[in-house]
């Protein structure tokens, strides 16, 4: 019975969304998660496969949220369209959707021509700041859904999310923009919405993962159940099972269980608990699964088909994942194209980093039998693909000579193709293309066609010799017509036409092209196959079969591992031994790389940092800046009932702020914890610390924290946190974090000081496009978790490495007891900054190490004031004085710079008759690395020196030992044995 043929059941709801009040309605993890994070402003996003209650939890959201007194209103994108519709229109009618939702007071058509000057994406971001957030006061949330629609437009959306992005980032600057979030809802993945590939306008947004409904949160589902089936829990739990919690299908299932128990007397199904298994698969067969295609209304399964067939191209890329998956199980989840429009499609979903069949529903439905109606199972078959070295010249030259000698090679080829019992498919201009059955068969057929033409080119002229190159590739073919069907004829060049799966034929043909003349590429897979039978007969042939490393094929995405056969060594070209080069200057890249991105040099290559700063030239002290210490001396000169437990007592602090304050400075720096109020016997203390404009304190962000001083405002406040490395060692600089409680204030205490100091100069700070943090054009731009010779380090907030200042002291200091004797010269302070910390050993505030530290167990260490100070300085030099921040190379320059001293080890290598010589040569070019290194670290650059010298010493010592352990093998003479020995087969015979 069709589903809108039923009565009854109106408990239950079939397609569009439900209600906010709607009594079947499931509250899922989702729900708190959502609400939560829109509530707390964060910009939160909802991307899943089509049914999943996303609408529904929209509709729900917002209606909470307006309990709270948030404005909400939703765009729907579908509603604004996106075929034939031009960027003007479709952001003017976001506009027009913002207007009716938030019911704005502003006439649309006179707001856009008075900025008609500006593009589409600037006039939307101009009327959510002045219109928007102007008109409506309160705490905003827009639900943007559908926005898969995008997809449809024949402009990018990127400007769109890059736009929402800003909006967050405003934030900084701009307090209005707290009260704005964003919601995102649809059947799409981030990056199918962005096509800018180097935009990031969701690396700040929250992930709201929405899961089927679960036993536990499904009491809602029960209800409609009771009175209808007589174990209804039994039921539900039955029902999950098969839907396994798809809401629609779910909700579908119910009402038709509802249904089918309203025509029984009583209108009540009688099920023995024990029966209700039994029961309920019967009822899902008949009701859902027979006859599925016409039965399915509302459409459900026709959507998740319609979706996998879509495309024929990612369609048989899905299908032949998902045919594995329901032959084993499961497979490991991946973000590549396909593991992600199954997920989309809502077939499967991801469960403990696997993929599994959603539920046993579609499980059945879609099985085996149907993917094989859509997407036969491949043959495995090798493909042989030949062609002609320089073959457009010779054409060019004599065309007609040519082609004459290419019938002849072909009729040659053929033939040894049908001893083999191989099939020529087809002609490809100077190439053939045949198919074998085996792999064995292609290989043995290709070294018989190099042999052949070799035996018959012996006494030819040069003139007359083709020389051939063949690829080799061994995998799963499949044969298609433009539909979803099989095509009768199984014809193999459709298949390369319309190859969907494996591109077998595809990486064939690019192998070829990467032979040398007269030699046979194999593909990893190929090689694998035949490697046995090739050791059997290679000495009989005297074949010369190695590695020739990965190659990056042209139109195939990922590296081909390749093997090479040579017949005989005249086919080795003379670039040939270059290559070897390249490639194991590759492979030790690669290995130095990959052994540096899991940590394992990192603490190489930050000893070599710290021995860089140790040898910066020095620099003096920084005339800024003045250090009121509060020594050991001066803690005990201050009565212990009046400091409380502190280094400075109120009385103290009272007459040293109104003595600092008469003499001017520009800015004063107090580094002492003041988490209690002033006592109340210091009037005056607490009355100077709220009106001073120039006096910052500090706080501890974090659990536990340290509060600031009640009396300072959060413009005035700068947490001391710093960032410690796994050695102890202090090399980052921590200047801004996003969640800085229980500090009212997310900057740093040193980039505050810097920042009022820097005020007075007329520089204020600003965030530039890319979110970093700047100072006039000086771009404090923020460390990633992968930056330099770090590897995966905690890089939340902004941080930024700290350039030491080479200097023994890095400003003039004076201690408090003679301040407030009054030994302090007032020009000392005047326009300058005045940090106070305590130096005394007692509140072990002294023992910070830094890259001049050294050893372990050194005690060249500095205090917390002293770090402070290093920070301050580094912000001004940098921004007054143009002293360089230390800077970085993004990941390719990097590995093209220990490829580049790779290289240079093969070379080495090359001109290197021993071990000994090379490791002579090596360290002279070591020392020029480490030279570089020195000269480009004076300039504020971290360059990857560790890496650079051990790729060299790899790719020279890899040469020369197999080098030498060849030529031994084959009894060459010492002297003469070079890495060239083993990759020169002449010179070995």
């Known amino acids: 019975m069709r589903a809108d043929e039923l009565n009854g059941a109106d408990r239950y709801h079939l397609g569009g969304s439900l209600p906010a009040d709607a009594p079947t309605y499931v509250v899922r993890k989702a729900d708190s998660e959502l609400y939560n994070g829109l509530l707390a402003g964060e910009y939160c996003y909802v991307l899943n496969s089509r049914q999943m209650g996303k609408s529904s939890l929209r509709i729900r959201t917002m209606c909470k949220l307006k309990a709270q007194g948030i404005a909400c209103a939703e765009i729907e994108l579908n509603g604004i369209g996106s075929q034939q519709i031009s960027a003007q229109q479709w952001y003017g009618g976001i506009i027009q959707e913002l207007i009716s939702g938030f019911d704005l007071q502003v006439n649309r058509r006179n707001w856009l021509r008075e900025y008609e000057d500006l593009s589409p994406v600037q006039r939307l971001g101009k009327f959510l700041e002045t219109v928007l957030l102007k008109q409506i006061t309160q705490n905003i949330v827009i639900f943007i859904d559908e926005i898969d629609s995008v997809l449809g437009l024949s402009f990018p959306a990127d400007d769109f999310f890059v736009l929402i992005r800003n909006c967050y980032d405003r934030r900084a600057t701009k307090s209005d923009y707290k009260r704005l979030t964003f919601a995102l809802l649809g ?349 059997e007969v290679k000495e009989q042939q005297q074949l010369q079969i190695m590695k020739a490393g990965e190659r990056l094929l042209k139109n195939i995405p990922q590296p081909v591992a390749v093997y090479i056969i040579t017949l005989d060594p005249y086919l080795q070209p003379w670039w040939w031994n270059i290559i070897i080069v390249l490639i194991t200057a590759a492979i030790a890249t690669g290995m130095v790389f990959g052994v540096r991105s899991r940590g394992w040099l990192e603490s190489w290559e930050l000893s070599v940092f710290d021995h860089l700063m140790r040898l910066q030239p020095h620099e003096g002290p920084d005339e800024r800046l003045l250090i009121v210490e509060i020594t050991e001396k001066d803690v005990q000169a201050q009565p212990s009932a009046e400091r409380v437990g502190s280094s400075l007592s109120d009385r103290a602090f009272a007459q040293l702020l109104a003595k600092l304050e008469s003499y001017q400075p520009q800015t004063i720096g107090l580094d002492i914890y003041r988490d209690r109020p002033v006592d109340e016997n210091y009037p005056e203390l607490a009355q100077a610390m709220k009106k001073s404009d120039r006096l910052f304190t500090i706080c501890h962000y974090g659990n536990p924290g340290v509060l600031p001083p009640p009396e300072v405002s959060a413009e005035r406040q700068g947490f001391n946190n710093v960032v410690l490395d796994t050695d102890e060692i202090l090399r980052r600089h921590l200047i801004a974090v996003s969640d800085p409680l229980p500090c009212q204030n997310q900057y740093a205490f040193s980039i505050q000081i810097a920042a009022h100091y820097l005020k007075s100069q007329g520089i204020k700070p600003q965030l530039n496009p890319e979110g970093y943090l700047q100072f006039g054009s000086t771009v404090f731009k923020t460390l990633e978790k992968n930056t330099g010779g770090y590897s995966n380090i905690d890089s939340s907030g902004h941080q930024i490495l700290l350039n030491y200042r080479a200097t023994p002291q890095i400003a003039e200091k004076i201690t408090l007891t003679d301040v407030l004797n009054g030994q302090l010269n007032p020009k000392r302070v005047k326009n300058r900054i005045v940090l106070i910390g305590t130096t005394a050993p007692s509140f072990n505030d002294h023992r910070w190490r830094t890259p001049s530290s050294g050893g372990q167990n050194t005690v060249q260490t500095l205090t917390g004031i002293e770090i402070q100070a290093q920070m301050v300085s580094q912000i001004l030099s940098a921004v007054l004085d143009h002293r360089p921040l230390m800077w970085w190379w993004s990941q390719p320059i990097e590995i093209l710079w220990i490829g580049g001293w790779s290289l240079v080890g093969g070379i080495l290598a090359h001109n290197s008759c021993s071990l000994l010589g090379f490791l002579s040569r090596g360290g002279v070019a070591t020392g020029i690395l480490y030279g570089s290194g020195w000269v480009l670290f004076l300039q504020g650059g971290w360059i990857p020196i560790v890496p650079a010298a051990l790729a060299l010493v790899m790719t020279g010592g890899i040469l020369i030992v197999f080098g030498s352990m060849s030529g031994k093998a084959r009894n060459i003479p010492a002297n003469r044995i070079s890495w060239v020995s083993f990759l020169n087969p002449t010179y070995l015979r």
């Open 187 to 535: 059947v799409a993945t981030p990056s199918d919405l962005i096509q800018d590939k180097y935009a990031t306008p969701f690396n700040i947004g929250r992930a709201i993962e929405l899961k089927g409904f679960q036993v536990h949160e499904s009491a809602a589902l029960i209800q409609g159940l009771v009175g209808r089936v007589s174990c209804p829990q039994a039921v539900l739990s039955e029902v999950l099972y098969w839907t396994g919690g798809q809401p629609f299908l779910t909700q579908k299932l119910c009402w038709l269980l509802v249904n089918r128990c309203n025509q029984e007397q009583n209108g009540l199904c009688i099920i023995p608990e024990n029966e209700a298994p039994r029961w309920v698969k019967q009822f899902v067969q008949t009701q859902i699964i027979e006859n599925w295609e016409a039965q399915d209304e509302p459409e459900h399964l026709r959507t998740i088909r319609d979706r996998l067939l879509g495309q024929l191209h990612c369609c048989q890329r899905s299908l032949q994942i998902y045919r594995i998956i329901l032959e084993q199980g499961s497979v490991e989840a991946k973000n590549s194209p396909e593991h992600i429009e199954l997920r989309l499609s809502g077939l499967v979903n991801k469960h403990q980093g696997n993929l599994v069949v959603y539920n046993p529903i579609y499980q059945t439905v879609f099985n085996l039998d149907w993917i094989e109606k859509y997407c036969p199972k491949e043959r495995i078959l090798a493909v042989v693909f030949t062609d002609v070295e320089s073959f457009s010249t010779k054409m060019a030259a004599d065309e007609k000579h040519t082609m004459g000698l290419l019938q002849r090679d072909f009729q040659l080829i053929r033939e040894c193709c049908e001893q083999f019992s191989g099939e020529v498919l087809k002609g490809l201009g100077d190439g053939l293309l045949m198919r074998f059955e085996t792999a064995q068969k292609a290989v043995d057929c290709a070294i018989a066609i190099q042999n052949s033409l070799k035996t018959a080119a012996a006494n030819l002229p040069k003139r007359d010799i083709l020389r051939h190159r063949i690829g080799i590739h061994l995998g799963e073919v499949f044969f298609f017509q433009n539909d979803f069907g099989v095509s009768p004829s199984r014809n193999f060049i459709n298949a390369y036409q319309d190859d969907v799966m494996g591109n077998v034929v595809n990486v064939a043909a690019r192998l070829q092209t990467e032979a040398p003349a007269g030699g046979i590429f194999l593909s990893q897979t190929v090689y694998e196959a035949v490697k046995d039978h090739l050791n």
